[in-house]
């Protein structure tokens, strides 16, 4: 095999990982980081739609730092973790006035927190590698949007630790960046948006490529940031979005 073919082949001395990738876009990176050639984990707190997934897959509530701790100490314990996806999330949609403290503290638990236990739990691994990829799905909320206090609070708070965590983690050849997707079709979305909705429509009419974002657009994305020849990129946010963000 001649050189750019074989550097034209995936890898498969790599380990990713991926929280709450049993469903939706999650379940879209990490079928795509299985194409890419990775040994996925998914770790979510349901069981993964996906055939693929399941025989590794790991079960636990990641808003619960305890038992996230243990999963993750087990999963460095046996696999040379280089890739790991902060994907995990959910979302309060309420204005302002009726924002709950309690949704805080959800939220900022499992949005943020599951982040950074996740990210210290394998980072001696991926020290010891000499290598790394760690991603955050973050999202277009945190240039603003009505109903999303604390969800966009969490995102931006991603945001802000991959910027610190790119500073500190350059030394050891690990980079920290963020993909941010704007109106994607996933199950929480219609929820929140029903697809017969006034709501729904003009989400959709006001993405200039007119149409919804899939799940496979974000793991696009995540693909190309987790690529050993992306080592020149970090402390970056890339918008999956549809042009939503642009002017």
Same mark, same amino acid.
């Given at each position: 095999?001649?050189?750019?073919?074989?550097?034209?082949?995936?890898?498969?001395?790599?380990?990713?990982?991926?929280?709450?990738?049993?469903?939706?876009?999650?379940?879209?990176?990490?079928?795509?980081?299985?194409?890419?050639?990775? %040994?996925?984990?998914?770790?979510?707190?349901?069981?993964?739609?996906?055939?693929?997934?399941?025989?590794?897959?790991?079960?636990?509530?990641?808003?619960?730092?305890?038992?996230?701790?243990?999963?993750?100490?087990?999963?460095?314990?046996?696999?040379?973790?280089?890739?790991?996806?902060?994907?995990?999330?959910?979302?309060?949609?309420?204005?302002?006035?009726?924002?709950?403290?309690?949704?805080?503290?959800?939220?900022?638990?499992?949005?943020?927190? +599951?982040?950074?236990?996740?990210?210290?739990?394998?980072?001696?691994?991926?020290?010891?590698?000499?290598?790394?990829?760690?991603?955050?799905?973050?999202?277009?909320?945190?240039?603003?949007?009505?109903?999303?206090?604390?969800?966009?609070?969490?995102?931006?708070?991603?945001?802000?630790?991959?910027?610190?965590?790119?500073?500190?983690?350059?030394? %050891?050849?690990?980079?920290?960046?963020?993909?941010?997707?704007?109106?994607?079709?996933? +199950?929480?979305?219609?929820?929140?948006?029903?697809?017969? +909705?006034?709501?729904?429509?003009?989400?959709?009419?006001?993405?200039?490529?007119?149409?919804?974002?899939?799940?496979?657009?974000?793991?696009?994305?995540?693909?190309?940031?987790?690529?050993?020849?992306?080592?020149?990129?970090?402390?970056?946010?890339?918008?999956?979005?549809?042009?939503?963000?642009?002017?």
């Amino acid at each position: 095999m001649n050189q750019d073919a074989a550097q034209s082949q995936p890898t498969r001395r790599y380990c990713a990982v991926v929280t709450g990738g049993a469903r939706n876009i999650g379940q879209a990176i990490a079928l795509r980081l299985q194409q890419d050639g990775y %040994h996925v984990i998914v770790v979510d707190i349901v069981e993964p739609e996906a055939d693929s997934l399941k025989a590794e897959a790991h079960q636990v509530d990641l808003g619960d730092a305890d038992a996230t701790r243990r999963v993750m100490a087990d999963i460095a314990a046996h696999y040379s973790v280089t890739r790991l996806v902060n994907n995990v999330g959910i979302v309060a949609p309420a204005l302002l006035e009726e924002t709950q403290l309690e949704d805080f503290d959800k939220l900022m638990h499992l949005n943020v927190r +599951s982040a950074l236990v996740c990210s210290q739990a394998l980072l001696p691994v991926m020290k010891a590698s000499g290598t790394g990829r760690i991603v955050l799905n973050t999202s277009r909320v945190v240039l603003g949007k009505e109903a999303r206090t604390i969800y966009s609070a969490t995102k931006g708070a991603l945001q802000s630790m991959a910027r610190t965590w790119a500073l500190e983690l350059a030394q %050891h050849g690990i980079t920290v960046n963020c993909v941010a997707p704007g109106p994607i079709a996933t +199950s929480a979305f219609w929820q929140n948006n029903p697809p017969d +909705s006034e709501r729904a429509r003009r989400i959709i009419e006001n993405i200039p490529l007119s149409r919804m974002g899939q799940p496979e657009d974000v793991a696009q994305a995540v693909s190309f940031f987790c690529d050993e020849r992306s080592s020149f990129i970090t402390g970056q946010t890339l918008f999956v979005c549809g042009g939503v963000t642009v002017g």
